[in-house]
């Protein structure tokens, strides 16, 4: 090698981007997830790739074959690991330097503020869950502590990623998830929930109700499109990282109280 080479380091490119101090406010900061399916697995991966130094990452799923199409630690070799382990060793191949924690766990919706509060507090919470008890309980926590949160709505059945938008939830319309939580988080007190949602209007023919008048499980009627929760993860991260770096206004400072649940 040359005397005045320049060794090339994993963040050279964000350096370009973010500046120094930047950079290392990324590298102090903590997000913690919930939740590492499609969504959440590469919302993660972006993050690491972009300089978080501390992530929490809460998941009770092993890896099924039916991820593969479109979660970011789902390949052949890691079906029937646990999601946390595979995401742990992802992170850390990208960046030995990020401390990892994980809890392999079900998210309950009692008891959830005891669950997290025995991690470090996060500057940012992200919410990949997909039943909506949780996605509110979390939600009220996130408000009672005021601590920044950025919730995803659904992907299933979406096609057109340009039709993905942030709102705050009271303004969400032509999604399903987003239209249940719209009206639970009124009856809960929940305010100005920030999300990611699609107003794109579902594809696929509506599945009918079986003999007893229920619908059949959601895995046997609702497809996911390889790049669309991929897709909603980077947007997801791009948004954190944005604010978490200074480029943008964080929820509950000073004069942004209307950002954030």
């Not at 590298?27 to 130094?53: F, H, I, K, P, W």
């Not at 988080?185 to 109700?209: A, D, F, M, Q, W």
């Not at 499109?225 to 964080?250: D, H, N, T």
Request: net charge positive.
């Amino acid at each position: 090698m040359p005397e005045n080479a320049t060794v090339e380091t994993p963040f050279d490119r964000l350096k370009l981007v973010l500046g120094e101090e930047r950079l290392k406010r990324l590298q102090d900061t903590t997000v913690m997830v919930l939740g590492l399916g499609g969504v959440g697995s590469n919302c993660t991966e972006a993050l690491a790739r972009g300089g978080v130094g501390h992530l929490i990452l809460i998941d009770r799923d092993t890896v099924a074959p039916s991820n593969i199409n479109r979660q970011a630690i789902a390949f052949h070799s890691t079906i029937g690991l646990p999601k946390c382990q595979v995401m742990e060793k992802m992170v850390l191949d990208i960046n030995p330097s990020c401390q990892v924690e994980t809890l392999q766990a079900f998210i309950p919706k009692d008891g959830l503020g005891e669950m997290l509060s025995q991690f470090p507090r996060p500057d940012y919470i992200i919410d990949a869950i997909d039943t909506v008890s949780q996605k509110l309980a979390l939600a009220k926590w996130c408000q009672d502590e005021r601590i920044p949160l950025l919730s995803s709505m659904g992907g299933a059945n979406k096609l057109d990623p340009s039709r993905l938008a942030f709102s705050k939830i009271e303004k969400t319309s032509g999604d399903r998830l987003a239209k249940a939580m719209r009206k639970n988080c009124r009856k809960r007190g929940i305010k100005g929930l920030e999300v990611l949602y699609s107003t794109e209007k579902g594809n696929g023919p509506k599945p009918p109700k079986t003999k007893d008048g229920k619908r059949p499980d959601k895995g046997l009627t609702l497809g996911t499109m390889s790049y669309m929760p991929p897709i909603m993860g980077q947007m997801i991260a791009g948004k954190v990282i944005c604010r978490l770096a200074g480029f943008e206004p964080m929820p509950y400072s000073a004069g942004e109280e209307d950002l954030q649940c």
